[in-house]
Each structure stands twice: as C-alpha cells, then as structure tokens.
C-alpha cells in the first residue's frame, strides 16, 4: 500500500510525498527560490542524427554541488533557509526540477534560421530516494527500495496521462557521473517525443517479436537465469545478470523472467524480488573495490503511447563508468564518435567478480 | 608534397613517419615493449540497440599517464630507455597502438552462449603531431596542420585498400576526456564494419541527397558561411561554424563549402584553408577561458565501401566537454540514457563568444 499527498510549493512547483503509511502533518512547503520558475527552452532537430536535441540556457545557473550543510534535498530544519522538502512523516519525495529541461506547457519557440524546432515539451522531476543524506539507494531496505520501484511506477502513469511519449526514471550517481547534489536522489525525465534510443530500440525489439512472436528481454532474463554464466542476482520471478552484450564494465540489467512492459505491471512479489536483485547488484558494486561505484541507471518501461506493448518487457540497466580502482570508463573517439563501445571486462568475468564480492 | 617512409617495431608493429623534406637518417626504430603485441579481442552484437560492442580484455593493462620525463611519444634519446618513436628528422608519426581494441587478422572468437560474435577487424593506429610535448595541434603551425590533414587522408586512403569499411581519425583532448598520454597525439580507429553513428548518418544524408538531390553537409556550410550568424572562421572555401542544432556546449564544424566525401577529395589550397579554420577554432576553445578545452575532435569522411557518395561532405567535428570555466559537461541520464542532447549554450551564442575571443 502507498500513501501519496500532492502539493504546490511558493514558487508554483509541485511536490509529492508518498510512505506506506497514512500521510502525517508536514512542515510548511518549502522552496530554496522566491520567484516563479523561469524557462527558456526549446528543441532543434539534428538532421545527420535524426533526434531532438534541448536547448536550455537557463540551465546554465543551477545549482552546483553546494556545501553538505546547504544540502536543498534534506528535509527544512530553518524556515529562514528553506529547502525543497518539507520536514515531516514521509518516505519517498519527489518534485518538479526548478532547472528543467523539459515542461509540460513550453512556451513559443524562438525563431531559428537553419534548424527545424519544436516546443520543449516534457517534464523533468526530481526523486529523493530518503531524507537521510547519508544512504544511498542501494543500502536502504528491500521494502523502501521497493516503495522507489512504486513511486516510479506512479509517476510513469501520472505522466503517461498527461500526455508524455515516453517516461524514464534514472539515477546518475557519483560526481564522477556529473551529479550536482550529494544528498542521494534519483531524476525522472518525461519526453514529448520517443526518444532517439528509445526509438531505436522499440524497432528492433519490433522486429524480434514480429519475427519470432517473442519478447527479447524477458526470454533473455530467463535463458541467462537458466545458464548460470553471468547470474549476479537471482530471486523469484527476477533475475539481475551482466548481459552478454553489455557495452560498459560491470554493466548489469536487472528484468523480470515473464513479459511485463512496465513496472507498473510488476506484481507486489516481482516488485520485492526487483527490490531485492536492485539492491543485491548496488550493495555489489560498491563491494566490489571498497568504494561507491558511480553509474547511470535507468529504467527502461514501454513507450507510453496507449498502444499494447507485447515486444517490450521492462529492465533496470546499470551502467558502471570505473572500469579499475583507480580508472574510470570515459566515453571517446570509439564509443561517442562511431557507437562502437569498448569494453575492457567481458560479462562472465564481471558477473564472476560481482558474485565473488562479499556483502 | 609529403613524403613517408615505414618502418617496423621490434615487436612487429608498423610506423610511418611523414615529413615536408625527404627523409633523413633516423636513429634505430625502438619499442618501450620487447614481446610481440598479444590481443584478445572479439565483438559481440548489442540486440537491442543493433550495434557491435568490442570485448578487449587485454587494453585493461594499457599505459595510464606516465610521468613526463617518461614520454613514450616523445622521440627515444636513450636508447636503454626506448619509446615508441625515434628520432630524426620527421614531423608526424604514426604506429600501430600497443593495446588495439581492432586488429587486422584477429584471432578465432571464443564461444559466447547467448550473442552473436564476430572477429574484430580493424585497425588502431596512434598519430603523433609533433616532436614537442608541449605543443597542441592547435597551436602548430598551419602548415604542419596541413600535413596532419594529408597524413590523415593518407592514412584513410591505405586503410580503405586493406578492406576497412570506415575509416575515423579523432583526437581525445585532455584528461577530463581520458586521455591516458599527455603528448598531443590523435588515433585512428578503422572499422571492418560500418560502425553505428555513421550508418545512422549515411541513411540520413541518403535520403536527403535521394529526396533533394542536395549535398546536405556542404550546403549547411555555404548557408552557414552565408547567413553570418553562427561562423566561427572562414577562409576561401571551408567555414567553420557552430552546427544550428549542436548537441554540446560551443560545438564547431569544419566543412568545405563543395562537396567533396573525404580529405584526400580537397585541394592543396582547400586543405590549408581547414587547416587554418581548424587551428582558429581550436586556439579560441583555449582562449574561450584561458584555459585548454578538452574536447573529441572526429574526422567524418564517407565510408570506404569503394561506392561513389554524392550524399557525404567531409567535416570535423568539435565536441568541447567543458560548460563553464569550472563546470564540465556530463554525459548523463538524458545523454546516454535517451540519446537526447541537453545543450546550456545555444549555437547563436557559442559561435558569437567563439569569435570574439582575442587571439
């Protein structure tokens, strides 16, 4: 069961609290800025690549790593230094990025010579995955990492309905990854137009299923529970593996081993048992050299078109970017330059090296 | 008029030197590594997003930033402490990289249970710019810049006669772009197989040429070098401009304003007109500033298929991974979850403090 209360905060943004518990008193809601939220935002159509590219000067001033003691996702303790979230009973938070890059009523698109364009239109919100500054998502309890597994599957629906092509939930984590706030915290961008990876991979998991009738990736989660070569995790109806093709080190997909599209679809067992495996592989990666592991993760749900989505079965990708203790995995000439991705770890030997970890 | 001459390392690796004057004496041709270049490589097919992935396990334990007195691009003065170059009177260097993630004649590919595999063809060649460690490419002479455009064409040209599909010359600029030596050196990675970014290319300018009949690189170039809005630098017939739908901060393109698919399609006077537009671009990302731009310089020429493509103009492309003074740009979970671009700096913008840098 998940309780979730809506709210506006002063500048106009909306927040959203949810628990498992019936909602408490809260705090005022706060806002660390006054005035209402000012965007500047539109799209240009790249036409060598074919995909939408955001254009958000406004950007430019957001917030950037400020000290712990101003930590803007830790719940208001002084009401003269106002945070994002309001102290109180909750679990989970989230709310609309006073940076965005995509909104839900952009406004007119300046003109533009030599560049087709498009409003900006989406949405982009901010997951706090706990009040404490200190856990992170990997290290919170099965049951609260599944109440995330909820809260994603609300807000991909909530969005869905106002009109969005596609929802995805992520986590950049780590400053080597870019993160500009400390306090763990996940970000969910709504897209007004399927997305350029997105697209690309809707036509081939089309293509398998109009082919075959079947669906890739839950066929793929069970042929790799069944082999046993590159299991990191397993437990019920969920199996977290390095899949065989993975372009980054340690690069680990956590599905469900039967065709659900969303996780909305997920029953509460599968949702535990994704909870668990999530938390199994994060807890591993950390273990792995003594140190947290910076990654993006991203969930990878059907496009939310209305349309039934029977290729498409939902995955949580997790992409390391240290391929050694002391190196991190940079993108270059081979990976962002031709799409060739080098990979120094094959997947046996990452699942090997995860399963070896001790937690 | 450039001349070459090759060479073989005493691990079995070839080296070309290139100069402006004849070929004089060099001292003996040496190699930092006494056995002969062992690789295990392979790639492995990405189902879902339909691009090859690269498994090469053996560029784990590659060169990682050595310190300066122990330059392996610098030419060998000691011959007890050999580097990968030696010395004599030659201006650019080229060798077969020590760690290749793609090798001429790979070996057999392991078993994989679960993706397809195929050998990984290729080459991986490491290109040297000058004698000088301290020097950047932008900051040689034009003339010497013309030449590590010719060796590139020629480079491109010998790959394409040994059966390579695609031939990439790049420069990775800096260690926030994981650079792992600190002497300006470029690589070239050669493809067996059309790698993703440049199919996804090809079709686009295909079905341009196909519905226009128009050249869509070169014809970008001469409106870009028309409408004055977003040129950077231009000079006879190449511009250098910020591309109207750029996907990173100050991103430049260096095209001809003729269609002409690869570097050794330009004329003498053409290719010291890049030459002079590359170095102009590249000494205002420094000034921008004041500081070295670390960025991802791709050469994209048509594919060496031996098919004529009316459809494909020559350019280079910048991608500078730096936002602000003190801020970089990082690839996160819209980027590289997405493949959806967030941009903090407009075209219009970049191409108008580009030129107003002071050189």
Chains 1, 2 share one sequence.
């Not at 660390?32 to 939408?52: G, I, M």
């Not at 990708?317 to 000439?333: D, H, T, V």
Request: hydrophobic fraction near 40%; aromatic fraction near 8%.
């Amino acid at each position: 069961m998940m309780h979730c209360a809506e709210y506006v905060k002063p500048d106009g943004r909306r927040l959203w609290l949810y628990g498992r518990r019936p909602p408490g008193p809260i705090g005022p809601v706060p806002s660390p800025f006054a005035s209402p939220v000012s965007v500047d935002t539109h799209l240009r159509r790249h036409p060598l690549l074919r995909e939408w590219v955001i254009y958000a000067s406004h950007r430019q001033d957001r917030t950037f790593l400020p000290p712990a003691e101003n930590d803007p996702l830790a719940p208001t303790t002084d009401p003269a230094n106002p945070t994002e979230l309001p102290s109180g009973d909750y679990e989970v938070a989230v709310f609309e990025n006073r940076f965005p890059s995509l909104v839900p009523q952009p406004g007119a698109v300046p003109p533009v010579q030599g560049a087709d364009t498009a409003p900006a239109v989406g949405a982009c919100e901010v997951v706090v995955f706990a009040q404490e500054a200190a856990q992170s998502l990997g290290e919170l309890p099965t049951d609260r990492i599944s109440l995330v597994l909820q809260v994603w599957a609300e807000r991909t629906r909530a969005l869905a309905r106002a009109g969005m092509a596609y929802v995805l939930p992520f986590e950049n984590r780590g400053t080597e990854m870019g993160v500009t706030l400390l306090h763990p915290h996940g970000q969910i961008y709504a897209y007004g137009f399927l997305p350029q990876l997105q697209a690309r991979t809707l036509a081939a998991l089309r293509e398998h299923h109009e082919r075959t009738g079947a669906d890739l990736v839950a066929d793929l989660a069970r042929a790799e529970r069944d082999r046993q070569i590159r299991v990191v995790a397993a437990r019920g109806g969920v199996v977290a593996f390095a899949p065989p093709f993975g372009r980054f080190p340690y690069e680990t997909w956590i599905a469900p081993t039967r065709s659900v599209p969303d996780l909305a679809g997920l029953t509460a067992e599968e949702r535990t048992d994704m909870a668990f495996a999530l938390s199994q592989v994060l807890r591993r990666l950390d273990g792995l050299w003594g140190r947290p592991m910076p990654y993006l993760m991203t969930v990878n749900q059907a496009p939310t078109d209305g349309a039934p989505h029977p290729e498409w079965t939902v995955r949580i990708e997790i992409w390391p970017i240290r391929r050694a203790p002391e190196k991190l995995k940079f993108l270059a000439g081979t990976e962002l330059g031709a799409g060739v991705f080098a990979n120094d770890v094959t997947p046996e030997q990452a699942a090997a090296d995860l399963r070896g970890v001790s937690l």
